[in-house]
């Protein structure tokens, strides 16, 4: 399973900051690829080897916090030594579009995705899919809500088990301003504190608390609950999990995306092109199904993972996914209602 993400309030505090090279692949040789990751090196880096051999030059990856990133990117501009942004959300990706960062994307290489989930400036696609999704415990929750906006009813009074430091969390509730404005987004959430929702560190430990009935309800990643029941057996996990209907924004569909960063010369940047589109490609796809149990978003590719709903029947809120990108604020407003 992945490792939770380190609070980010501090990261976006020092966005002027540089980021570290974590990792790289390959040899001493210089690299032809320079790939900014807010993603996981365990998680991609199988995924990054595959590409190194496809593109038949060395890659070498800087592992990261994709808001710090995205803030690395526009402190360096044009003298960026990435070619590719590799992004854990879509806000990220938003902001360095807001700020021309981004080149554009062939017409082919985007049209391989819905446009739910690209830049609408045709400068960033996603990659792979996740949605929100409310854990429940069947013992205690006979039948889970069906919107978000029901946590702050008296009968679920410290029931509730959330991650407020998860950047999934955090996208989600930008994902509600963008949805319902800024004070009807500060009212859920001051509603949630003072209903008792209980705060745990990760995802993870929000499932175990749910599973083992120390809370009836989380909110959590889809597939947190199917890699859980991939290692351990369906029949062996107490929680289940509910996709939210009606575009409730607790059904947030987010996605890992990926965009061209301008300043590349010209080489890099097309070795960027070809990795935009390997990412894009069968294999890679099929790696984020299998591995991940994320939902693959190039055409014509179909999710592996046993009883996942295909993505065209949730019944996710419909919003411009590049404006997941005032994260910024959202930390300001959960800090204001004292959740970080």
Known sequence: MRR?????LASLVAAGMLVPALAAC???EPAGLVIYSGRNEKLVKPLIEKLEKSLKTRVE?????????SAQILEEG???EAGLFLSQDAGALGALSKEGRLAPLPKATLDKVAPAYRGTA???AGVSGRVRVIAYNPEKVPTPPDTVHD???PEWKGKVGYAPTNASFQAFVTGMRVLEGDDATRTWLKGLKANGVKAYDNNLNVLDAVDSGEVSLGLLNHYYWYEKVTEEGEGKIDA???FLPKGDPGGLVNVAGVG????ADAKQNAYAQQAVDFLLSSEAQTYFADETKEYPLAAGVKTTTKGLPPLDSLQAPAIDLGKLDSLKETLAMLQDVGMV
Not at 61 to 69: C, F, N, P, Q
Not at 260 to 263: F, I, M, N, T, Y
């Open 4 to 8: 939770p993400l380190a609070r980010r």
């Open 26 to 28: 390959g040899s001493d």
């Open 61 to 69: 990856v800087r592992y990261g916090d994709s808001a710090e990133l």
């Open 78 to 80: 044009d003298k960026t």
């Open 122 to 124: 045709g400068d960033w």
């Open 151 to 153: 946590l702050v009813k």
């Open 240 to 242: 289940k999990v509910h």
């Open 260 to 263: 061209k960063l301008k300043g």
